[in-house]
């Protein structure tokens, strides 16, 4: 049986609806990388989850029903309040229903040493909900490169290679890789401005943006990674790497989990 790996869904008007989704890269590359049973979790639902407060109970009925989580890119960012900022640029776009699910539930996860793994908007989110906090406009600082897509190319242009990060000699990046670089897409308009507490670096870039990390005293398995490594993982050592890395980690808490609750039933 596939471990299963919950993931966050966006929250968007669409057609005068409120919608709760996932783009579908994610889903596949959780369902091929890492060989695991996608389950798409909703954000926040005002008139259900006021109901089911305190946040934390929903977050721990969330962590006892996954092996692991996916914290997907998107094109929303987090709300700046998160990290002690008033928002810069108020039309940049929001999605509070999902900070609200995913803020504490990345803490609530690395606590319980549930399986983690945060790409572009993720990644970010993981900074913020650890104490970090965000340039909202990445490519205004000084010194530092356009890390945005240039979006008058296509999709395939937008998503392919863009600049080097440096992988950390000792990190489990460098060691999926068997390199101390690679070259990696970029899309993304804010970025790391405080590194969170207690966090290792396991890859930069060039002008010193923090592209990706981990938590080295959590538990479980947990990953950071500002760039897209599921965007055609496939054709790629080091992303291919990662979400085998991630689906053997839920793999591995599948079998505990399961392991103990044969052990309650017959014990
Ligand atoms: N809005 C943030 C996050 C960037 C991000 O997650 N981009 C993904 C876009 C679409 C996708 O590939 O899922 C920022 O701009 O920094």
New binding site residues.
């Given amino acids: 049986m596939r471990p299963v790996i919950g993931v966050i869904s966006d929250v968007k008007a669409l057609g005068g609806h409120i919608v709760h989704g996932v ?1 579908e ?2 889903i596949y590359a959780v369902a091929r990388g890492a060989q695991a049973m996608p389950v798409l979790l909703p954000g926040t639902v005002s008139a259900v989850d006021a109901d089911m407060a305190p946040e934390r109970a929903v977050v721990e009925e969330i962590l006892d029903t996954v092996d692991a989580l996916f914290l ?7 709300g700046p309040q998160h990290y002690g900022d008033l928002p810069h640029d108020p039309p ?2 929001a999605d509070p229903h999902r900070d609200d699910i995913s803020l504490p539930l990345i803490r609530a996860a690395l606590e319980r040493g549930v399986p983690l793994f945060g ?6 989110e993981m900074n913020v909900a650890l104490g970090g906090t ?1 340039f909202q406009k ?1 490519y205004e600082q000084p010194g530092r490169f356009d ?2 897509e240039d979006s008058g190319l296509d999709i395939e242009g937008q ?1 392919a290679p863009a600049h080097e990060v440096m992988l950390a000699a000792d990190g489990l990046l460098a060691s999926l890789a068997g390199a101390t670089s690679w070259r990696v897409n970029s ?5 790391v401005a405080r590194l969170a507490p207690d966090v290792v670096v396991e890859a930069q870039a060039a002008d010193g943006t923090i592209e990706a990390f981990r938590v080295p005293d959590a538990p479980g398995f947990n990953m950071a990674i500002q760039w ?1 490594p ?2 055609r993982f496939w054709q790629d050592k080091l992303s291919s790497g990662i979400f085998t890395a991630f689906g053997a980690a839920a793999r591995l808490a599948a079998e505990r989990r399961r392991g103990g609750a044969r052990l309650k039933a017959t014990g």
Avoid at 119 to 124: A, K, L, N, S
Avoid at 187 to 191: E, K, N, P
């Fill in positions: 783009t890269k994610y997907p890119g998107s094109p929303s960012n987090v940049l776009p790409v572009c908007r993720g990644f970010q965000l990445l890390h945005r998503y899309l993304h308009g804010q970025g897209h599921e965007w």
